[in-house]
């Protein structure tokens, strides 16, 4: 599903955007609250959307989204800009809330932070990650972690991207279509290690588990094909076969200052090339459960 709000629409967003913030330079829960109450204002066709995520193809493209006027230069220690509002990140975290998928962080992660600047860090380059440059494989969020502390959404949201390096996403459903039956009966084993990614800084590591879970009759994934390794052979060829059809269905997000992406984190992938210029993405997590603006801590 893609929706482009218009350029008046916008500007109308933007301008009641900057008129919650006054001076305010920090993100609360109060104004969170706010910027839901004024995307519900402006997105069209919000339960639709709301299908398209939990029952649909899993995602969701928008344009023309408020963005700051003024947008500084690109961070490069994958900190907050000093210089920069926070128009965006109202956006993207009103727009969550208002699709009823509550922002949250982890205090393990990004110091808590509620929007992530997913940007290339100095001296973190090669490793496959948010702040790396190398290619970044196919992976859900948060994989080694227990469902219920699993982002169900990701946001996306574009304020850079000078070369193009697009945001690869694929679909579960549409992956499995691709795959046999024993394929699929074999990644629902416990059968695989998952590996914390780089940015979490946890005690536990790595933890035994499937890639693939059904939920109330519904498929739901947890995989990083650059940290989930199968304990045997059988296990090794049915994710290798979950690649394969992954690139068979995968589309290009290309970007442009003012795109959204929202997708479930639970029924898609999302992954990207490698990064050879400047590039500037903010990132949340939305939770039907976890209430919003929470900082989870986790304990292992």
């Given at each position: 599903?893609?929706i482009t709000?218009?350029?008046?629409?916008?500007?109308?967003w933007?301008?009641?955007?900057?008129?919650?913030?006054e001076?305010?330079?920090?993100i609360?829960?109060?104004?969170?609250?706010?910027?839901?109450?004024?995307?519900?204002?402006f997105?069209?066709?919000?339960?639709?959307?709301?299908?398209?995520i939990?029952?649909?193809?899993g995602?969701?493209?928008?344009?023309?989204?408020?963005?700051?006027?003024?947008?500084p230069?690109?961070p490069?220690d994958g900190?907050?800009?000093k210089?920069?509002?926070?128009?965006?990140?109202?956006?993207?975290?009103g727009?969550?809330?208002?699709?009823?998928?509550n922002?949250?962080?982890?205090?393990e992660?990004?110091?808590?932070a509620?929007?992530?600047?997913?940007v290339?860090?100095?001296?973190?380059?090669?490793?496959?990650?948010?702040?790396g440059?190398?290619?970044?494989?196919?992976?859900?969020?948060?994989?080694?972690?227990?469902?219920?502390?699993?982002?169900?959404?990701?946001?996306?949201?574009?304020?850079?991207?000078?070369?193009?390096?697009?945001?690869?996403?694929?679909?579960?459903?549409?992956?499995?279509?691709k795959?046999?039956?024993?394929?699929?009966?074999?990644?629902?084993?416990?059968?695989?290690?998952?590996t914390?990614?780089?940015?979490?800084?946890?005690?536990l590591?790595?933890?035994?588990?499937?890639?693939?879970?059904?939920?109330?009759?519904?498929?739901?994934?947890?995989?990083a094909f650059h940290?989930?390794?199968g304990?045997?052979?059988?296990?090794r060829?049915?994710?290798?076969s979950?690649?394969?059809?992954?690139?068979?269905?995968?589309f290009?997000?290309e970007?442009?200052?003012?795109?959204l992406?929202?997708?479930?984190?639970?029924?898609?992938v999302?992954?990207?090339?490698?990064?050879?210029?400047?590039?500037?993405?903010q990132?949340?997590?939305?939770?039907?459960?976890?209430?919003?603006a929470?900082?989870?801590?986790?304990t292992?």
């Amino acid at each position: 599903m893609k929706i482009t709000i218009p350029r008046e629409t916008c500007e109308l967003w933007q301008s009641e955007l900057y008129g919650i913030i006054e001076n305010k330079k920090e993100i609360s829960k109060e104004l969170i609250i706010n910027s839901k109450k004024i995307s519900e204002k402006f997105l069209p066709n919000i339960q639709e959307i709301r299908d398209e995520i939990n029952y649909g193809k899993g995602y969701v493209q928008l344009s023309n989204i408020p963005i700051d006027k003024n947008i500084p230069a690109i961070p490069t220690d994958g900190a907050v800009s000093k210089e920069k509002g926070i128009i965006s990140e109202l956006s993207i975290l009103g727009i969550s809330n208002a699709l009823g998928f509550n922002p949250f962080s982890y205090k393990e992660e990004k110091d808590g932070a509620l929007v992530h600047e997913i940007v290339p860090v100095k001296s973190k380059e090669n490793i496959p990650s948010s702040n790396g440059t190398v290619e970044f494989d196919y992976h859900t969020d948060a994989a080694y972690l227990n469902r219920n502390l699993r982002p169900q959404t990701l946001s996306l949201m574009c304020l850079a991207d000078k070369y193009k390096t697009g945001t690869k996403l694929a679909s579960l459903s549409e992956a499995l279509e691709k795959i046999s039956n024993d394929e699929i009966e074999t990644l629902m084993s416990k059968l695989y290690v998952h590996t914390a990614p780089a940015t979490f800084n946890v005690n536990l590591k790595k933890v035994n588990t499937s890639v693939l879970d059904r939920i109330d009759g519904v498929y739901e994934m947890k995989v990083a094909f650059h940290n989930t390794v199968g304990i045997n052979e059988r296990a090794r060829k049915a994710l290798a076969s979950l690649h394969d059809a992954i690139e068979k269905v995968v589309f290009i997000q290309e970007w442009t200052p003012g795109d959204l992406v929202v997708f479930n984190n639970l029924r898609c992938v999302h992954g990207r090339g490698e990064v050879k210029g400047e590039r500037w993405l903010q990132r949340c997590y939305g939770s039907s459960i976890i209430p919003t603006a929470t900082m989870l801590e986790l304990t292992f």
